[in-house]
């Protein structure tokens, strides 16, 4: 007998029928001896309802009661699924966030989880219950009901799972596991049985949204064995586990688990500032005040005492980042700002690369074949990043599945 934690999303308890074939999976696992806790999202669409009609009643909606009424929406699945699993002869009861009870910071809209009280979930299985609990939620220790982000649910999944110290947590959604990269633009794309939980930070990280990554840092902390399956469809899925769960010949085998890409990106261009201690600080402070995130930074030493500074962002954050910048450079006296939200960022990760050289030179080459150019290039233990302009990306992406032979 396994303890398991399942999560299930909105689509895969989007209407009646849905939530009656949850019913019938979790009741399966019950009757092959397991004890089963559920986490579901609202179903799909309704938090997107709920925020248009609170956007009807205040133009800038109050975020406490923003997260009181976004709650509801998984208030209406955990009742739902708890009847269908009733009906069905399987003792099931569910609870709210706040009933668990989650304990959250006050950052409402984006709370972090601080604490779980797992001993009602407890007693509750030990009864031979179904344990069904509501996502993406929880409660602040003055009572004040909290909400976690969006995705917030796959994170209330794996902290009850590590709460509980539970054998497996289960993420179901429309997906049947993590592919090598997305089969959208890469049919041959392949499922990966097993990854690392470092594999799984640097690919949702850089494009891959199977798993949100709050989810799989919590996972990797407390040591949780993940799994991602489809709610659709029977299969094994992937399963996201420790570096040392690995047998040394499975290591060994692939030098590359999977190419990530993101679209949402956009280049930033400092040209000529005075070549000084502290210029970075000078350019990159008030963008960080402005609460815009920068990924990658290049800075080039020129000749004649100046500085050029490149880095990229989120595509949102680039006009406001770009007015700020221009900013800077009237106070710095720089040659020029330019911008380009036409670029993507290319990432193939794999811990083979810890041991393994000549992955970027083959990457590189790929590239040059395609006569593609690369605009940047950042790295790190696991992971190889590229920009490049967005008209190259699908064959981009092709080719170097391809010439890492992922679809083997």
């Excluded at 261009?269 to 970075?280: E, S």
Aim: hydrophobic share 40%; proline share 2%; charged share 25%.
């Amino acid at each position: 007998m396994a303890l398991i934690v399942q999560k299930y999303g909105g689509t895969s308890v989007g209407n009646v029928e849905r939530i009656q074939n949850v019913a019938k999976k979790v009741a399966q696992f019950v009757e092959d001896g397991h004890q089963v806790v559920v986490v579901l999202s609202a179903m799909s669409g309704e938090t997107n309802r709920l925020t248009m009609m609170a956007k009807e009643m205040q133009t800038r909606p109050c975020k406490r009661e923003m997260d009181v009424l976004l709650t509801t929406g998984e208030q209406v699945t955990i009742a739902l699924l708890s009847m269908a699993l009733q009906q069905r002869d399987c003792p099931a009861v569910s609870y709210t966030g706040w009933q668990v009870p989650i304990i959250t910071d006050d950052a409402y809209s984006k709370a972090r989880i601080e604490k779980i009280d797992g001993q009602k979930m407890l007693e509750q299985l030990a009864l031979g219950k179904v344990v069904v609990v509501a996502g993406f939620q929880g409660v602040t220790i003055d009572g004040d009901i909290t909400t976690l982000g969006r995705g917030g649910s796959d994170t209330t999944a794996v902290a009850i799972a590590a709460a509980l110290n539970a054998d497996e947590c289960q993420i179901y959604t429309d997906v049947d596991g993590v592919y090598t990269t997305d089969p959208r633009v890469v049919p041959e794309a392949k499922r990966l049985d097993k990854i690392t939980y470092d594999e799984m930070l640097e690919l949702a990280s850089l494009g891959a949204k199977v798993l949100q990554i709050r989810s799989v840092e919590f996972a990797s902390k407390y040591k949780v064995p993940l799994r991602v399956l489809s709610s659709l469809k029977d299969g094994g899925g992937t399963l996201i586990t420790s570096e040392e769960n690995f047998k040394d010949n499975e290591m060994e085998q692939p030098l590359i688990s999977g190419i990530a890409f993101s679209r949402d990106e956009a280049k930033l261009m400092i040209l000529g500032v005075p070549d000084k201690p502290g210029v970075a600080y000078q350019i990159l402070g008030p963008i960080a005040d402005a609460n815009i995130e920068i990924d990658m930074i290049i800075q080039n030493q020129g000749r004649d005492g100046t500085t050029d500074f490149t880095f990229t962002m989120s595509r949102l954050d680039a006009e406001s980042a770009l007015e700020i910048l221009q900013k800077t450079a009237n106070h710095l006296g720089a040659r020029e700002v330019t911008m380009d939200d036409s670029i993507v960022k290319i990432s193939m990760v794999g811990v083979g690369m810890k041991s393994h050289a000549g992955i970027a030179s083959t990457m590189f080459k790929t590239l040059a074949d395609n006569e593609i150019n690369i605009q940047m290039i950042g790295t790190t233990e696991i992971k190889i990043s590229v920009v490049i302009d967005e008209a190259y990306l699908e064959i981009a992406v092709q080719s170097l599945h391809e010439a890492f032979e992922l679809d083997k």
